[in-house]
């Protein structure tokens, strides 16, 4: 039986100010995208705009999945207060418990595989997420996280006909424009990289992560100050300035691309 985990937690505002220094430097639209709920992603969590779950809140849903840990709803929600305070190995754990359980249901399937994305098992992803969703009733948030975990093994061509098949379901969809500008970025197809960016972030739903990214296909081009402009729509001006100094090093780097390739790639979406 698996017992409660104790959590520590950390503030939102901190975390969400971490989140978008660390998109602004290594690429991540998740923190990218694939980035709402579970209901509009797959994900089993929004690093920016969820609540940390508390202990006792926690320690509660640890009791009811533990009663019964093939009840796939409890599993989910325990799966949630896990990733929330930042623990996505044990929630991708409690995922798999009710996945063996329940080996036809599309929805836990898929939320499994996005927390396996989330706890960078890339191909071991790719292998459940295959089975979550069908040829015949494709899933948009599916083949984003498809594209999430084909993505950071570097498989560039592959993830962008996932996202651009999601596209087809889903039109102009933030986050996943936002992903596929990223593909494209690791791609070296810095242009094609800028003109889906800013698409993403002309979008009413466009957040501080897909601001983000743009910045950093900006910096990478050398346009600093337009980078900068972009960063400040999110951060202060010291914040901003801050990430531009680090993006003026990155940019300066001869294998830039391979440093972002092993940073992080393209966010669940």
């Known amino acids: 039986m698996t017992a409660p985990i104790r959590v520590t937690t950390t503030s939102a505002s901190t975390r969400r100010r971490a989140g978008l220094a660390a998109a602004a430097l290594v690429a991540l639209g998740l923190a990218g995208c694939n980035t709402r709920s579970p209901e509009t992603t797959g994900s089993i969590g929004d690093a920016s705009v969820r609540q940390t779950a508390s202990r006792q809140d926690t320690d509660a849903l640890a009791e009811r999945f533990n009663a019964n840990p093939g009840d796939g709803r409890a599993a989910i929600a325990y799966a949630r207060a ?3 305070n930042d623990q996505a190995a044990q929630a991708s754990a409690v995922l798999q418990q009710a996945a063996l359980r329940n080996p036809r ?4 399937l898929g939320a499994y595989g996005k927390s396996l994305v989330e706890a960078g098992r890339y191909r071991e992803a790719i292998d459940v997420l295959a089975n979550a969703h069908s040829p015949a009733s494709p899933d948009w948030r599916i083949l984003s996280a498809q594209g999430s975990a084909s993505a950071q093994l570097g498989e560039q061509a592959r993830a962008q006909s996932f996202y651009e098949a999601a596209l087809k379901i889903r039109p102009n969809e933030p986050s996943l424009l936002s992903n596929l500008g990223l593909s494209y970025a690791l791609s070296r197809n810095l242009d094609q990289a800028e003109q889906t960016l800013k698409l993403a972030a002309d979008q009413p739903g466009a957040d501080a992560r897909v601001r983000a990214n743009l910045a950093l296909v900006l910096g990478l081009k050398g346009r600093f100050a ?5 960063l400040r729509r999110d951060m202060g001006p010291e914040e901003a300035a801050a990430n531009v100094a680090s993006l003026r090093k990155l940019a300066a780097q001869p294998n830039r691309f391979k440093t972002l390739t092993g940073a992080g790639a393209p966010g669940q979406g």
């Open 82 to 84: 896990l990733r929330s």
């Open 226 to 230: 337009d980078a900068e402009a972009v």
């Open 105 to 108: 249901d599309t929805f836990i």
